[in-house]
């Protein structure tokens, strides 16, 4: 009866043994996986990481004859001669600045609306589906199809009003191409906004209507205030579009290579300037061409860092009044 007792015990002294082995060994396969997955994980950052500086060292080595030509100088040069050879981006660039904030301010209450009309009013429904299949559409149609229709449609109107106030009768300018713009980017905004909006717990709006509270102060003092850091998400993503658009904006406009005076004067973003003229440059005149998009890098890198501060900000205010 001992030796069996014994024998039994060894005999489960061994499979113990062998249940930790394999449990160590299953261990060891799950640590070697998630390292292997980690290591994945990392690539994929660097990859994106080695990306962007390989685009601005790109950039940065095709425009050095242009950097060493007009240096700082560039920036602020206002002449864009190709005869002569004298290149400044400072016309492009107010042009940018001015088409894509106007399209921005243009947006901002359009996009609110609707962000509030679909997160709010009209969740669910046949009526709503068809609303948020409306600006899903109008997000993928292409830019030149919104150029074309600018210049059949937007253009005419924009040359009426022009005529009726007395300004040269364009029709194509800085207004018109941010009006597109404008209708470009609202889609973009509107959709981030109503996500957001949707994300506000059922129990903080349950909790003001329960204090006699309307829907209308509910919205204000609840569900704009702990959803204001993804608006303006949404609407920082939407003005990055607007700086980077090229099609729709070169074929609305007017490509002048001025700073304007007004909204209705034709102008030329850096995008445009790029599009029109980078097919047929050579030497110097090309080399100044890149030097406009790693401007245009730089801006649109200086508006992105400046956005996530804005946001992380406003989204620590925002996280107070709620609380």
């Known amino acids: 009866m001992t030796e069996m007792c014994s024998v039994n015990g060894i005999g489960m002294q061994d499979i113990n043994e062998k249940t930790e082995t394999a449990d160590m060994?299953?261990?060891?396969?799950?640590?070697?996986?998630?390292?292997?997955?980690?290591?994945?994980?990392?690539?994929?950052?660097?990859?994106?990481?080695?990306?962007l500086l390989a685009i601005l060292a790109t950039l940065v080595a095709a425009s050095i004859p242009a950097i060493k030509a007009f240096g700082l100088t560039f920036f602020w040069g206002t002449t864009w001669d190709a005869a002569a050879e004298k290149f400044g981006a400072l016309p492009f660039l107010a042009g940018t600045l001015i088409t894509?904030?106007?399209?921005?301010?243009?947006?901002?209450?359009?996009?609110i609306a609707i962000s509030i009309f679909l997160g709010e009013y009209f969740k669910e429904g046949v009526f709503s589906a068809f609303l948020r299949s409306s600006v899903?559409?109008?997000?993928?149609?292409?830019?030149?199809?919104?150029?074309?229709?600018?210049?059949?449609?937007?253009?005419?109107?924009?040359?009426?009003?022009?005529?009726?106030?007395?300004?040269?009768?364009?029709?194509?300018?800085?207004?018109?191409?941010?009006?597109?713009?404008?209708?470009?980017?609202?889609?973009?905004?509107a959709s981030i906004g109503r996500e957001v909006i949707t994300?506000?717990?059922?129990?903080l709006k349950e909790a003001a209507f329960?204090?006699?509270?309307?829907?209308?102060?509910?919205?204000?003092?609840?569900?704009?205030?702990?959803?204001?850091?993804?608006?303006?998400?949404?609407?920082?993503?939407?003005?990055?579009r607007a700086i980077g658009e090229t099609m729709a904006v070169t074929m609305l406009i007017g490509n002048s290579n001025f700073i304007p005076t007004g909204i209705f004067d034709p102008?030329?973003?850096?995008?445009?300037?790029?599009?029109?003229?980078?097919?047929?440059a050579t030497g110097i005149t090309a080399a100044s061409l890149i030097y406009v998009a790693l401007v245009l890098f730089l801006v649109t890198?200086?508006?992105?860092?400046?956005?996530?501060?804005?946001i992380k900000k406003v989204a620590l205010e925002a996280s107070k009044e709620v609380t």
């Open 199 to 203: 994300l506000v717990p059922g129990d």
């Open 136 to 189: 899903e559409v109008l997000a993928g149609i292409p830019s030149v199809i919104y150029g074309l229709w600018g210049l059949f449609l937007l253009m005419p109107i924009m040359r009426a009003i022009e005529m009726y106030l007395g300004v040269t009768p364009h029709g194509v300018g800085l207004l018109t191409s941010a009006l597109i713009l404008a209708i470009m980017i609202i889609p973009f905004s």
């Open 267 to 280: 102008s030329n973003t850096m995008a445009s300037v790029i599009a029109n003229e980078f097919a047929e």
């Open 301 to 310: 890198t200086v508006v992105n860092i400046v956005g996530t501060y804005v």
């Open 25 to 51: 060994t299953a261990k060891n396969t799950m640590d070697k996986s998630e390292q292997r997955f980690g290591k994945v994980l990392l690539l994929a950052a660097v990859f994106v990481v080695v990306l």
């Open 100 to 111: 894509s904030f106007l399209a921005t301010l243009i947006c901002i209450p359009f996009s």
């Open 210 to 240: 329960s204090l006699g509270a309307t829907r209308f102060e509910v919205i204000r003092n609840v569900i704009i205030p702990y959803a204001r850091s993804g608006i303006i998400a949404g609407i920082l993503l939407s003005l990055g």
